[in-house]
């Protein structure tokens, strides 16, 4: 099943879809938030400058909103998570047996929503999706170590804690922050 195939994928409150042009003005209104865009990597100051980062196909690519859906079939937008696909490290003998198996996440949900579960429900179907009709064989993420409802959530969905590196990013504001990265394999989100 090709990526294209598996999306949107639905959970009980949620659907997550890809995300398209019209969708980044909305992704602006969480993402330009102090609170929020403190933790981002990436954090332009104008909505013409977040466009255009944005509409990068690439990075469009990679980006899905999480909606919450109304009884009614309605859906409000009240985040985005990214999905990169990418390749494992390999010998060059098997580089080919190493293409597209893994994924990169990161996530952003709009704090108007935050501590009702809703990131938690979306970045498992995420997983599940990454694992079950993706077919890929390890999902990873990373985060400020001072970013806590973050390294919480990759927790709390079993993710592992496999490194804990001390000033190595530069923030924005100027002071070296320590930073996390958390995996799971296939094999250990099939036993959860």
Known sequence: MSAHEVWPVRTERLQVRPMTAADIDVM???????????????????????????????????????????ADGGATAIGDVMIRIGDGWAQLEVADQAKGVEAELGWVLDPAHAGQGYATEAIRAVIDTCFGPLGLRRVHAG???????S?????????????????????RSGEWLDGLNYGILAEEWAAI
Request: aromatic fraction near 12%.
């Open 28 to 70: 602006w209104e969480w993402r330009r938030l102090p609170d929020v865009n403190r933790w981002l990597g990436l954090a332009p100051d104008t909505i013409e400058a977040f466009r255009e980062r944005y509409l990068d196909p690439d990075r469009l690519a990679a980006m899905h909103l999480i909606e919450l859906v109304a």
């Open 143 to 149: 985060c400020f170590a001072d970013n806590e409802p």
């Open 151 to 171: 390294w919480r959530l990759m927790e709390r969905l079993g993710m592992r804690r496999e490194e804990f590196s001390r000033k190595t990013a530069l923030h």
